[in-house]
């Protein structure tokens, strides 16, 4: 149980406290992990343009991606970007991380193999760092359609577990989440991006190529729900002759038994870029989703963004980013008669369209904009680094606790500031090595210490940050231990030093240690009172039994029986 200490809490707000503020004015490090090139683009300019650090880790970039890669691998930008292309640069990225000590990873994978290839990197940033991780999570459940459904549900179960906060696109995933999950609900959050729409090329105002084309963009699956549009082609046309379904996409041939009227479809079967992509958006006058299943789709924000109007079924979370008669025309799945019906109606109205489009544009600026999403993640960043320093109770702002393997960043950080001077040789010992390497051992090994409670750890914080450590290193038979304590300099002399201790000496009674030893430079005055004055007994001297600063020191070796 922690040990709160109010008799010093306004003693101590008043005087030296560096972690109060500590990144009120202090640039954030931010970690992006996505394979989306043009994610990691837009979220690093914006964070760039506020003076944030950032690195960027994702996959190696495709001609598709040159103008995002370019922008992200300028010299001149405040940022680091690793592209995996295979195990050697999966290390590279590895020690990157470390070297950059991220105070916060943005996890935006969807799914793959790089979130599995980094979770172990996430996780030790967690822990040595104390990063926070806010990942978004499209798919809280794995949808019909997903090849891997099992491989994407540990992925997602991973995911959710190494985050802080957990951000998804709408307000029925978000309580998805909740309830599937088990995540608190103040650690959930509901907002969108735009997607790629910034990746096309979007045509000026008053710019107008449209023909009587009904657009259908992306890759084909089964749960997207093309056969009910083959189905409803002949409907459309006995209406309007001049109209054309344009299908843009990889594995449609499956479906080209249904045809009808092969005049009637422009057929592109292949990868679509950027480029095309928006020639046949601005050509078309309406983007069709007629999907049987799903959560929502990136084709939403794009056709937003070229002021097209939508007609898409009632499925997954369409009606939440798409306001039926706002925005765009929602139908039932699976009725092809409908969505017919639907496309129909808005090919012979030209004035309705431009309103949808107009409105579908106005809502992508309000909602979706990567401006207005970035914003919202600089604010959920900020709280989270504040919530380092601040307490459940704000009354209380320093207390004793015994340390868990989830404050192992803490103690890491502790052993940067202490010195050489430190109470016990313990300590000197411990001096905290400086390659990555010898670093990620010596973490490692204080990690399995507190595990497998090797080694007891009590922490004196001050608004959450150490300024005090004892600890007792036990024995492989739990009957002897090694103590030590450490404290700030600033801190000394206030009383704090006997409070520890005595806190350590209550849990390792209750760990079943039954005698102590310490080891005490002879002429550190105050620690040899303090262990005296705890029932430590002066057994020996230890001639030139430590080195400080290169020269031998004689130890005092100190006993006490619990």
Known sequence: ???????????????????????????????????????????????????????????????????????????????????????????????????????????????????????????????????????????????????????????????????????????????????????????????????????????????????????????????????????????????????????????????????????????????VDYDEGSVLIKKSKIIVLPYKTGTVSGVIPIAYAFKKPIVATRVGCFDEVIKHGETGVLVEPHNPTELARALVYLLKDDELRRKLGEKGFEKLKREFSWDVFVSKLMVIYQKLISRRNRQSDPKTKMLIKRATILDLHKIYSFYEKISLDATTSFFYRRVLPRSITSRIYFITRIALNILFKKEIFAMLLNNGSIIGLSHILVSRNKKYGEEGIVLLKEHQGKGLSTLLAFYTLREARREGVKALWAIIDVDNYPSIKLHQKLGFRIIKVMPKAASRHGRPVDMYLLIKTL
């Open 1 to 271: 149980m922690p040990f709160n200490i109010s008799k010093w809490a306004d003693q101590m707000s008043a005087r030296n406290n560096p972690d109060t503020n500590r990144y009120v004015n202090h640039s954030l490090r931010v970690c992006i992990i996505t394979p989306y090139v043009f994610v990691a683009n837009e979220i690093a300019k914006r964070l760039d343009s506020k003076g944030f650090s950032t690195l960027v880790i994702t996959v190696t970039p495709s001609k598709l991606y040159k103008h995002c890669s370019n922008y992200l691998t300028r010299p001149d930008r405040n940022n680091t970007v690793v592209f995996l292309s295979g195990i050697r640069t999966l290390f590279t990225s590895v020690i990157t991380v470390f070297r950059f000590r991220p105070n916060i990873i943005q996890l935006y994978t969807g799914g793959g193999r790089l979130g599995f290839a980094l979770y172990l990197v996430v996780f030790l940033s967690k822990l040595l760092f104390g990063a926070r991780v806010v990942s978004f999570i499209m798919e809280p459940v794995p949808r019909m359609g997903i090849r891997n459904r099992r491989l994407a549900w540990l992925e997602t179960r991973l995911e959710i577990l190494l985050s802080s906060v957990v951000i998804t696109d709408t307000e029925r995933l978000k309580r998805l989440i909740i309830g599937v999950h088990k995540m608190p609900p103040s650690r959930v959050f509901a907002f969108t991006n735009e997607w790629d729409a910034p990746c096309f090329a979007i045509p000026q105002s008053g710019e107008k190529e449209e023909e009587d084309w009904i657009l259908f963009f992306g890759n084909v699956e089964d749960y997207k729900g093309l056969e009910y549009l083959i189905l409803a082609e002949p409907l459309i046309t006995s209406e309007i002759p001049r109209a054309k379904i344009v299908i843009a996409g990889r594995g449609q041939e499956k479906y080209y038994h249904l045809i009808r009227n092969k005049d009637n479809f422009l057929l592109l079967n292949k990868f």
